[in-house]
Nanobody, 116 residues
Framework: AVQLVESGGGLVQPGGSLRLSCAAS????????MSWVRQPPGKGLEWVST?????????TYADSVKGRFTISRDNAKNTLYLQLNSLKTEDTAIYYC????????RGQGTQVTVSS
């Protein structure tokens, strides 16, 4: 069965940084494009970023995070990452890694709270 376990969330001040990780198992990770999605308080899921399979040379980002977030992967470790820089209060959300951009198959999530 697909297992996705996110970690690395926390409380950070505006302008700060965090690095999220997602440990994947139960499917051929290196052959799978992967995504991050998030759910702000009281809102629905929104797509954040996607990385292609294998070498991960193609990455795409939502306009709201472009230039601040970086998605990457380590296929040897079956791990997906999201580096969050220059965080804003509106980035507060539960962040999920997912096997599809819609987040239909996702982990349990990790909470990111940006507040002074």
């Amino acid at each position: 069965a697909v297992q996705l376990v996110e970690s690395g969330g926390g409380l950070v001040q505006p302008g700060g940084s965090l690095r999220l990780s997602c440990a994947a198992s139960g499917f051929p990770f290196s052959w799978s494009a992967m995504s991050w999605v998030r759910q702000p308080p009281g809102k629905g899921l929104e797509w954040v970023s996607t990385i292609d399979n294998r070498l991960g040379r193609t990455t795409t980002y939502a306009d709201s995070v472009k230039g601040r977030f970086t998605i990457s992967r380590d296929n040897a470790k079956n791990t997906l990452y999201l580096q969050l820089n220059s965080l804003k209060t509106e980035d507060t959300a539960i962040y999920y890694c997912a096997t599809d951009p819609q987040g239909r198959t996702r982990g349990q999530g990790t909470q990111v709270t940006v507040s002074s």
